[in-house]
């Protein structure tokens, strides 16, 4: 294949793993940030 379909493929993929990276990251941040509310301030957690 082309070196530049490579590039292409690697951006595409890299692109594509930070991204779930991210949203998984993010999803146990907002878990732990809404628990740690609830203990701490006694509020609900789906407030």
């Given amino acids: 294949m082309n070196i530049f379909m490579w ?3 690697f951006i595409g993929g890299a692109t ?3 991204s779930t ?3 998984i ?3 146990f941040a907002v878990i732990f940030y ?4 609830s ?3 006694h509020v609900s957690l789906y407030a």
Avoid at 34 to 37: A, C, M
């Fill in 34 to 37: 809404k628990i740690y509310r």
């Fill in 25 to 27: 990251v993010s999803l």
């Fill in 39 to 41: 203990v701490k301030y």
């Fill in 16 to 18: 594509g793993a930070l």
């Fill in 7 to 9: 590039i292409l493929i």
């Fill in 21 to 23: 990276l991210y949203i």
